[in-house]
């Protein structure tokens, strides 16, 4: 029998479930909410832009030289990352591209092996099998510590036509810079012919201009006999007009690209002490990196890095004899110095990439979001 004072404690104990009901529900919404909120969406691409030598001196400096905004103003997520070598406190292009490629730490001459001089696989040979396009594209010769650290294998950055050899089995969709010494037969010691084993494993080769449009197949673009020439010297539009052609070619693909884009000669310049040399071609990386987020502006699954591999010179922007109101670009080192260097992201992902990080945590920061 049900009695008034029953009901009355089953209408309190009934609020007090509804309650305890609207109390979870609404801490498991903000829960929900609040892991939504933290969740990296992944990007389907990556752009990595690498300029050699370039440190945060370097990057002031095209907000004095350049006559607009630099493209690094675009970038909504900044970071710093530590140069170090696994043997030296001061490291060199190759050691530091391997950290990005493979994420290990290795000795300064390395190209993808370790401190025991075995191979490391990089994130080239990692992403081709998921059927992700992938491309390469530098102001060096392609067989350079950076782009060579993406996809050969050798225990010294100075085994050029050794490293030679990686590429026309390395199924890299679309490359392009310098190089033609270290392929034709003739200048090789092994008398191999690199152009027909290109041509093998399915390559167009060019070696006379940048093609007007791309093709079904893979291309290789080798348009000088070692690096390209200087800005200086008239080498005009190759990095931000080869990086357009690479996205256009690149992106037709729905599983996703990687490409990996080098200023090489912002170090070059750094080395010779030279200052326009270091910032013309600095800018002319900055209006690459422009192609580069200008194609993110359109295609929003696509993440945009830029980044150093070290700096160059100790390059400083000083004071010109005492006037505040004039700069004078000044050296400390024809070497490399151990400063950290930034890096900026933007698109989806970016919020992975703040803070300060070893060089070696890129490359896993980059393979989490391809995974």
């Known amino acids: 029998m049900i009695t008034f004072e029953n009901k009355k404690f089953r209408m309190k104990n009934i609020g007090k479930i509804i309650l305890s009901i609207l109390i979870i529900s609404a801490v498991g919404y903000r829960l929900l909410a609040a892991n939504e909120k933290q969740e990296i969406k992944k990007p389907k691409n990556i752009i990595l832009l690498i300029g050699d030598g370039m440190g945060l001196s370097e990057v002031s400096a095209s907000y004095f030289f350049k006559d607009s905004t630099p493209n690094f103003d675009r970038f909504t997520t900044i970071g710093l990352i530590k140069t170090s070598a696994a043997d030296a406190l001061v490291c060199d292009s190759a050691a530091s591209a391997t950290a990005f490629a493979t994420g290990v730490a290795t000795y ?47 225990d010294s950055r100075k085994s050029y036509q050794d490293i030679a050899t990686f590429l026309p089995t390395s199924k890299i969709d679309f490359i392009a810079g310098g190089g033609t010494k270290f392929l034709d037969k003739d200048n090789r010691e092994d008398a191999r012919d690199l152009y027909k084993e290109f041509e093998d494993n399915g390559y167009e080769v060019q070696t006379n201009s940048l093609p007007n449009k791309t093709t079904d197949k893979k291309q290789a673009i080798f348009l000088a006999e070692d690096g390209m020439g200087k800005m200086l010297e008239g080498r005009g539009d190759f990095l931000p007009n080869a990086t357009k052609i690479a996205l256009d070619k690149l992106s037709k693909n729905e599983n996703g690209f990687f490409l990996m884009v080098e200023g090489s000669q912002i170090d070059w310049g750094g080395h010779d002490n030279d200052a326009d040399y270091l910032i013309t071609e600095l800018l002319d990386f900055d209006k690459t990196i422009g192609v580069a987020l200008d194609f ?3 295609n ?72």
């Open 300 to 371: 929003a699954e696509t993440l945009v890095i830029v980044t150093a591999d070290h700096e160059t010179g100790g390059f400083t922007l000083a004071a010109d004899d005492g006037d505040y109101n004039k700069i004078k670009p000044t050296f400390s080192t024809t070497g490399h110095s151990a400063t950290m260097v930034p890096i900026f992201t933007t698109g989806p992902g970016e919020n992975n990439f703040g803070g300060i990080f070893k060089n070696t945590a890129l490359f896993q920061k980059m393979m989490d979001l391809f995974n």
């Open 108 to 154: 300064n001459g390395a190209i993808a092996v370790d401190m025991q001089k075995k191979p490391v696989p990089t994130i080239i040979e990692k992403i081709i099998p998921m059927n992700i396009s992938t491309g390469i594209i530098s102001t060096s010769s392609i067989m350079h510590a950076t782009p060579a650290s993406f996809y050969a294998h050798a």
């Open 296 to 298: 993110a502006a359109k």
